[in-house]
């Protein structure tokens, strides 16, 4: 099965700077790559997603970038803001089948210092 | 409002003592399943089910049962809780079909202590 591992666990920037998760997956068959965000005591939003066929995909300050050939994607984060603070989980899976789900990577807590 | 509902969102009970925790969504979603989130451990996957009738292992199911007999409800049986399945549980649920990518709905969580 997918086994999805991803960096670090915890990531501390200042106010401003940038923030980049990473992660990596097992199973080349994969070709979707969402990233949940997760505030304290909250369920997990999606933030954005990418599909296998798209190297990049940006939306205002987050973007996501895909490897397919070393079987790894991040996650940017541009303009950090205190309110970015939270949990952060990479996921992975392949098309529909019988078989599909969703596999998580263990989560990053990024804290945006003010 | 599309939501997934979750209940309770807090129990504390006794090792032994069957509970069921509740999920339910709104959206007419085929695919639902139950996580478990642990510190350092992220979400795994319990159970899921591809529709009314069709469940399947995830990751994590020793301990857990699961049924679904109705499209919108998903339930999460513990037959026999023990300390170890104390956590935090989601349901989630998304459609399928085409398009292919639909991101999945979380419901806000089950906090489960089991003493």
């Known amino acids: 099965g997918e086994n999805v591992e991803q960096h670090p666990s915890t990531l501390s920037v200042q106010e401003g700077d940038s923030a980049v998760i990473k992660c990596t997956y097992s199973?080349?068959?994969?070709?979707?790559f969402p990233w949940y965000k997760q505030e304290l005591g909250k369920r997990p939003q999606l933030i954005i997603d990418?599909?296998?066929?798209?190297g990049e995909k940006k939306d205002q300050r987050i973007a996501v970038t895909l490897n397919k050939t070393a079987k790894h994607f991040s996650l940017h984060i541009t303009e950090t803001q205190p309110e970015d603070s939270a949990v952060y989980f990479c996921?992975?899976?392949?098309?529909?089948?019988?078989?599909?789900?969703?596999?998580f990577g263990e989560g990053t807590q990024l804290t945006v210092n003010p | 409002e599309a939501q997934v509902t979750q209940n309770p969102r807090y129990l504390i009970t006794v090792t032994g003592k069957k509970l069921t925790v509740t999920c339910s969504q709104n959206?007419?979603?085929?695919?639902m399943s139950w996580y478990r989130q642990d510190p350092g451990l992220g979400l795994r996957q319990i159970y899921y089910s591809m529709n009314v009738e069709v469940t399947d292992k995830g990751d994590v199911p020793e301990g857990y049962k699961v049924s679904r007999k109705e499209k919108r409800n998903f339930p999460l049986i513990l037959e026999s809780p023990s300390p170890n399945q104390t956590s935090l549980y989601f349901c989630?649920?998304?459609?399928?079909?085409?398009?292919?990518?639909?991101?999945?709905?979380f419901g806000d969580g089950t906090r489960l202590s089991i003493l």
């Open positions: 199973d080349s068959a994969s070709n979707y």
């Open positions: 990418i599909r296998s066929n798209v």
């Open positions: 989630a649920s998304r459609t399928l079909g085409s398009p292919p990518y639909q991101p999945q709905h």
């Open positions: 996921a992975a899976t392949r098309r529909e089948t019988s078989g599909s789900r969703l596999t």
């Open positions: 959206m007419n979603h085929e695919y």
